[in-house]
């Protein structure tokens, strides 16, 4: 009798450790030469952002034979699994409450990995633009102290009623918000980032939030276009130039690694029109210059857009924002103006971001 109980019980025993183990090997994926974390996902019905979390990544790079998750660590059968804890109403702990920045991190990057907002880091951290470095310590947890159900949406400051045309003889001013630059501000408002520095005495294109500027010549009588419907900027302008600059090139055929005016790949094609524009940056892959920009929601004429996972998993492909949806790349054949509409470049579409060296 005493066999036969221990019999039942060790067959009972190696019936759960062996489903362990296949609920284990369910939770994991070997990587595959040509995988990519777009690829792995959409394959387990997960998104990439679960990927990145489950396994730690700061990026999407990843190399055959890499073991990754591709579940949630508790994946055992509901008999047996916890119950799921409820969303955390009190701050986290210490140790969550800093994150060390690493290469290729940005601000956007980081806010997403910890549930939370640009502009909540940069309120925690006192900083007003988007410029991060390697071994920084930023302070990121006060966005998880409150259920994302309860937290109020933060107060949206009404615009001010667009104040009566001024006389002759005087200026009008604009107070920097948090991502603001010289280049952004003198767009909006049909000027030149000369004459936004020579009217308010800038040696450099620092700027801070809360800062007022002067937008127009005390002696010189206002423009009559609008703010909010800025006349496009002159060819002297930097923005002016790079758009430009990169028109003028439409039809050159395309060339790998080339980045120069007989031939450009689309990371060449941005280091030579930038250059020429006068915006000093070196010559380098796609994936360098996304280390080199910050993330924008709202793109401006001669911002960057970014493509994945085009010929390579990861940022691959680049062009220049020029408006009206479309942008400019020296992509298939030679230099050429598509929409992001289209549907392959739409299906590949990262976002948009701002060299570090318009600002």
Same mark, same amino acid.
């Given at each position: 009798?005493?066999?036969?109980?221990?019999?039942?019980?060790? %067959?009972?025993?190696?019936?759960?450790?062996?489903?362990?183990?296949?609920?284990?090997?369910?939770?994991?994926?070997?990587?595959?030469?040509? #995988?990519?974390?777009?690829?792995?996902?959409?394959?387990?019905?997960?998104?990439?952002?679960?990927?990145?979390?489950?396994?730690?990544?700061?990026? #999407?790079?990843?190399?055959?034979?890499?073991?990754?998750?591709?579940?949630?660590?508790?994946?055992?059968?509901? +008999?047996?699994?916890?119950?799921?804890?409820?969303?955390?109403?009190?701050?986290?702990?210490?140790?969550?409450?800093?994150?060390?920045?690493?290469?290729? #991190?940005?601000?956007?990057?980081?806010?997403?990995?910890?549930? !939370?907002?640009?502009?909540?880091?940069?309120?925690?951290?006192?900083?007003?633009?988007?410029?991060?470095?390697?071994?920084?310590?930023?302070?990121?947890?006060?966005?998880?102290?409150?259920?994302?159900? !309860?937290?109020?949406?933060?107060?949206?400051?009404?615009?001010?009623?667009?104040?009566?045309?001024?006389?002759?003889?005087?200026?009008?001013?604009?107070?920097?918000?948090?991502?603001?630059?010289?280049?952004?501000?003198?767009?909006?408002?049909?000027?030149?980032?000369?004459?936004?520095?020579?009217?308010?005495?800038?040696?450099? %294109?620092?700027?801070?939030?809360?800062?007022?500027?002067?937008?127009?010549?005390?002696?010189?009588?206002?423009? !009559?276009?609008?703010?909010?419907?800025?006349?496009?900027?002159?060819?002297?302008?930097?923005?002016?130039?790079?758009?430009?600059?990169?028109?003028?090139?439409?039809? !050159?055929?395309?060339?790998?690694?080339?980045?120069?005016?007989?031939?450009? #790949?689309?990371?060449?094609?941005?280091?030579?029109?930038?250059?020429?524009?006068?915006?000093?940056?070196?010559?380098?892959?796609? +994936?360098?210059?996304?280390?080199?920009?910050?993330?924008? %929601?709202?793109?401006?004429?001669?911002?960057?857009?970014?493509?994945?996972?085009?010929?390579?998993?990861?940022?691959?492909?680049?062009?220049?924002?020029?408006?009206?949806?479309?942008?400019?790349?020296?992509?298939?054949?030679?230099?050429?103006?598509?929409?992001?509409?289209? %549907?392959?470049?739409?299906?590949?579409?990262?976002?948009?971001?701002?060299?570090?060296?318009?600002?």
């Amino acid at each position: 009798m005493n066999k036969i109980a221990f019999s039942v019980i060790a %067959s009972g025993s190696l019936a759960l450790l062996i489903g362990v183990a296949d609920a284990e090997a369910s939770s994991t994926y070997t990587i595959k030469s040509g #995988d990519s974390l777009w690829k792995i996902a959409s394959q387990h019905n997960v998104s990439v952002a679960n990927l990145k979390t489950w396994n730690n990544l700061s990026s #999407d790079a990843i190399f055959p034979n890499q073991v990754l998750k591709v579940a949630a660590a508790a994946t055992g059968s509901s +008999t047996t699994a916890p119950a799921p804890a409820p969303a955390p109403s009190q701050p986290v702990s210490n140790a969550t409450s800093t994150y060390t920045v690493k290469s290729g #991190d940005t601000l956007s990057k980081i806010a997403s990995l910890h549930k !939370t907002t640009v502009s909540k880091i940069q309120q925690l951290n006192k900083i007003s633009g988007h410029l991060i470095y390697p071994g920084q310590k930023l302070m990121v947890s006060a966005a998880a102290s409150a259920p994302a159900v !309860t937290a109020p949406k933060p107060p949206v400051t009404a615009a001010p009623a667009p104040a009566p045309a001024p006389a002759a003889g005087t200026a009008r001013t604009y107070k920097v918000v948090s991502g603001d630059t010289l280049t952004g501000i003198a767009y909006r408002n049909g000027i030149s980032v000369t004459q936004l520095m020579n009217w308010n005495g800038l040696t450099s %294109s620092m700027i801070r939030v809360g800062q007022v500027l002067k937008i127009e010549n005390s002696t010189v009588a206002p423009s !009559t276009t609008p703010v909010s419907n800025p006349a496009p900027p002159a060819a002297t302008d930097t923005v002016g130039k790079i758009v430009e600059t990169a028109k003028s090139l439409v039809g !050159t055929p395309y060339v790998w690694g080339g980045s120069t005016a007989s031939g450009f #790949d689309c990371s060449g094609f941005i280091y030579y029109v930038y250059n020429q524009a006068g915006v000093k940056i070196p010559r380098t892959s796609t +994936t360098g210059y996304d280390s080199r920009s910050y993330d924008i %929601s709202s793109p401006q004429v001669g911002d960057l857009v970014f493509f994945e996972n085009t010929y390579r998993a990861g940022i691959s492909h680049m062009g220049i924002y020029i408006g009206n949806n479309q942008f400019i790349h020296a992509g298939g054949d030679k230099v050429q103006i598509t929409s992001l509409d289209n %549907s392959y470049w739409s299906k590949h579409f990262a976002g948009y971001k701002r060299l570090y060296a318009m600002d």
